[in-house]
């Protein structure tokens, strides 16, 4: 079977498979994205949501329980969750069933371009009317929310999640190098090579999935322009030759020649990258708040439990943004379906958003919204407190994750890129020809 042939017959097992989930769903013609409140019957059905989520995370498990307690008073309700976790596979499903206008009532997605076109097309609810109409909007974040707008300021996703991603450090081993916290990005490889002086790996990354490698790329643009040199560069109005985009390939270079990350990094996978930051084997992790568990409770390790702690996004000389923004993701979004909106899809979201964020935020997770505490766990250290705190003092640009941003193909020849980069096996003239190359193929019109 040649490559097309397994692409085709994909394409339409995944086409055949949304016909099988949407033929018991509404029957509506479409509704109109600002009619947020349709009047008709509520008549109980199954609905479905198409995610890209772990199966036994924290999201679906609660959205799972309130929609078993919606089903007690509309008996006939269910929903239906189709989980695929890999998200270059969920990408790949999601865009296959949007073109053939098979997308169930709800499904996941970032404020790509591609989510983009499918809301110009009337296609998504307008979520900042439904939240509005549900009385819920003024209990968001405002970072939560704007995290899932697009470039133009709509939002046609609801959040459920809320993370601050903090640069995770072992002070024993930047003291035992006799270097601190970085102030500046440009620290980073003075530090690094103070680490690797000492025989210290400076810092554990997961290569594996590539996204972690790609976060480093998006610190320099963020501090140089906020988010206005990724929005340009995804829509073919920027490139790589740019000024920020230099200055992000060369820190990137920089930090390979100063051996920032452990051997063998692109081969290393997320729990491997965590257990060597955890057991004491590198210095930084930079890693999320979704990791509170295992990095600020007594279940760390207790050889270094006490010697860790975390600093936010460094800054640089002139930077135009605030020390208090950085990546503060609210998690891929989830956008409502107006084909197949109608009373029931509206009193179910009613009901749930209005439970979520006091079932999610009892376990110990950061609601997208300010009207739950978070449970703090007994076994906690200070630092989970100090990081659910430090979550109401976030200021408002985002440094956007650029793999939420691109097209599916820059994105994964940049993510191969990047790993040679910092190899050392491609220079940064190289890279930026490379990407602008592909950039200029992939969004082209």
Known sequence: MTPYTRRTALVSAVVATALTLTSCGGTGTGTDPADVAPEGEIVPREISWLLSRPADGGVITVMQQIADEYAEEHPGFSL????????????????????????????????????????????????????????????????????????????????????????????????????????????????????????????????????????????????????????????????????????????????????????GFSSTGYADAQALFTSGGAAVYNIGTWELSNLATESLDPAVRDSVDYFTLPTIDGAATGDDEYVTPSGIGMAVNARTYDPLVRDFLAFALGRYPEVYAATGALSPTRSAETTIPDDATALYTRAVEQADEVGTAIAMPWDTQLDPATNTRLQQELTLLVQGSTTPDEFIETMDATLAENTHE
């Open 80 to 263: 239906n969750l189709i989980t695929t976790p890999d998200r270059p596979s969920y990408i790949q499903k999601y865009e296959t069933l949007a073109t053939a206008n098979q997308l169930p009532e709800l499904f996941d997605t970032d404020a790509t371009p591609f989510a983009q076109k499918l809301a110009d097309q009337g296609r998504m609810m307008d979520i900042d009317l439904l939240l509005d109409d549900l009385g819920l909007a003024e209990d968001y974040r405002t970072a939560a929310l704007d995290y899932q707008r697009f470039d133009d300021g709509s939002l046609h996703m609801v959040p459920f999640e809320f993370q601050l991603e903090f640069f995770w450090y072992n002070s024993d081993l930047l003291e035992q190098a006799g270097t601190g916290v970085p102030a500046t990005l440009d620290d980073f490889p003075r530090m690094c090579e103070a680490l690797r002086a000492e025989g210290i790996t400076p810092i554990a990354l997961d290569g594996q999935d590539h996204w972690p490698l790609e976060r480093y790329l998006a610190y320099y643009p963020f501090r140089m322009t906020g988010p206005a040199y990724v929005q340009d560069l995804k829509n073919g109005q920027a490139s790589f030759a740019d000024p920020a985009g230099r200055a992000a390939v060369e820190w990137l270079y920089d930090l390979g020649r100063a051996g920032c990350f452990a051997e």
